[in-house]
């Protein structure tokens, strides 16, 4: 819409400039000249609204999440997972462990697991906004994972890296800290700290980031209820409110002959938007 808006714009603005250039001059004796002189005019405006385009593409931010729009988020084998493999409902959570509102937002997820026990699984993905500080503590979590306690370790993780104020631990952070929390989840520390430095586990993180961006996703948290996004740490009710539309979806789709273990895959990854539309897109 910005685009046809600003291409109409210079359309006018050549046609007017055309005809003012033309008002001092006999008419010419071939009539396509004119016609001719504004499609040159055009395309030239045109040229210049392309590199305008990219300027400012490039200078603002990318453009949010539309949260009345499905969008394609697959799921990963790294990804961890929490609920049942075949719920209606995939909540795909993008967070970090150094993010306050990341911290906020956990008891929702968990309270979300148990309202909807049958119904909803929360995948996780991992995105770094608090630059290396906040890796070590996903890989653990991640590395957690190959030992069946990845939830139990992310609930850990929480309750140690922030305090009831919410103010991140920051000495938390410290592998030692980190081997002890393992330790307490009652996991293989040796084998934790393997599998942290590990391919998988930093391969998770690498394509956690490739996945959610290119959904829009520049912040955590950010969740994708069935594709679609709600970001930050939102009031449980907000969250209740998409589920209910989203189930409603499946439950439809399901009783007309989609399989429920195929549900996700096959209506909100196959069928949903790829990437978010840029700003000038139409």
């Known amino acids: 819409m910005l685009r046809h808006a600003a291409v ?3 359309l006018a603005l050549g046609a007017a400039a055309c005809q003012k250039g033309n008002a001092t001059k006999a008419p010419s004796a071939e009539g396509g000249a004119a016609k001719g002189d504004l499609e040159a005019r055009v395309a030239k405006l045109e040229k210049r609204m392309d590199k305008i385009i990219s300027i400012l593409e490039q200078a603002m931010p990318p453009n949010e999440p539309d949260p009345a729009v499905t969008y394609s988020v697959p799921v990963s084998a790294n990804d961890p997972q929490i609920g049942p493999a075949d719920a209606k409902i995939t909540i795909v959570e993008g967070f970090e462990f150094a993010c306050p509102f990341c911290w906020k937002a956990s008891p929702t ?7 909807y026990p049958k119904d909803v699984r929360v995948v996780d993905k991992y995105i770094l906004i608090h630059g290396p500080p906040a890796l070590p503590p996903g890989l653990a979590a991640c590395a957690a994972q190959k030992q069946g306690k990845y939830a139990v ?4 993780l929480w309750s140690k890296l922030f305090n009831a104020a919410g103010e991140i631990q920051r000495d938390q952070l410290a592998p030692e800290n980190l081997e002890k929390a393992a330790t307490e989840a009652g996991l293989d520390v040796g084998k934790l700290k393997a599998d942290m430095e590990g391919e998988s586990c930093k391969a998770w993180v690498k394509e956690s980031q490739e996945t959610l961006s290119a959904v829009g996703t520049t912040g955590t948290p950010s969740f994708y209820i069935n594709g679609r996004h709600l970001g930050g740490a939102m009031p449980i009710e907000d969250f209740k409110k998409v589920i209910q539309e989203e189930l409603t979806k499946a439950d439809k789709a399901i009783s007309g002959g989609v399989k429920q273990s195929e549900y996700y895959a096959k ?3 196959e069928k949903g938007e790829k990437k978010v539309k840029g700003r000038f897109e139409d």
Do not use: P, R, T, Y
């Open 267 to 269: 209506v909100v990854v």
């Open 109 to 115: 997820i968990e309270q979300l697991l148990v309202d």
């Open 153 to 156: 370790m992310k609930k850990l």
């Open 8 to 10: 109409a714009v210079l």
